[in-house]
């Protein structure tokens, strides 16, 4: 496995491989990056992952300094996994001193739901994600469905851009008890580890209320966000919403068109999001 930490090391290395997935990640890598890794195996011949915590990305008072770095430890686990190629680069290396900010934005969908709570933080992934496009021009690029609308932004930023990427979905991988794994999830105290599987509790509770015949919305974010606060989450989203364009569903229709459930919420300093697709 070759290690790199400068664009130019990066490209030479790529230069003679014919195609590459790539698996952008800000590291504290678990089984969900892993499943990423290994969808990335199965479609292209060399598999490369990026891990950087972007500070573009974090808003004022977000965890960015407190974000866990464990870096020797992700080397050893990407090894491990097979993985060709990772490229973890110093911050000066991506935003070099003096460079003047470039932006892309997909404003229809950045300024809802995580762009409401999160202000500036799909800028900052658009502007990340685009940067690692240009630097491996992968063939393949990997993201989690655990984070719905940044999926949905970066496929409408790769599509509208011609950036001739095709961008996998990756199904979430949870715990036993339904919590999706996340890096974040270290930061939960035992009360609130507890707490958290509210989320996947109100989106299961969703799920079975569109399969015994629900179709309105309204209902159903009701249930989800009744289920939350009885586990002492505190509430920035609970909505259900169309896959493609995440804007509002005038009714719920399972066959005909998906719809997806969209939680975000805080115990204490922690905030936490998931989301599940039904009728697909
Ligand atoms: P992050 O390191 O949090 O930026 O995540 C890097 C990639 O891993 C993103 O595409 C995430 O959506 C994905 N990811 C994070 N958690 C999970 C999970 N539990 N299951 C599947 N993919 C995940």
Redo the contacts with the bound molecule.
Sequence with gaps: MIVTRTVEHTRRTLRPWPAVAL???????????L??VKRAGELCPHVAVS?FV?PTQFGPGEDFTHYPRPIERDLEVCESAGVDLVFTPEVNEMYPAGEPETHVDVPAMTQILEGVHRPGHFAGVCRMVAKLFSIFNPTVA???????Q??AVIRAMAKGLCMGVAIEP?????EPDGL?????NVYLDPTDRGSAVGLYQALSRAKAMVERGETHPQAVEAAMTETLLAHRLSLDYAVVRDTETLGPVQAITPGRSPVVCLLAAKLGRVRLIDNLVIGR
């Design positions: 698996v952008p990640t800000m590291g504290a890598l678990h089984v969900g990056h499943s990423l891990i972007n990997c993201f989690g469905e655990k984070d719905f940044q999926l990756c199904p979430t991988v949870r999706a794994l996340s890096s974040r």
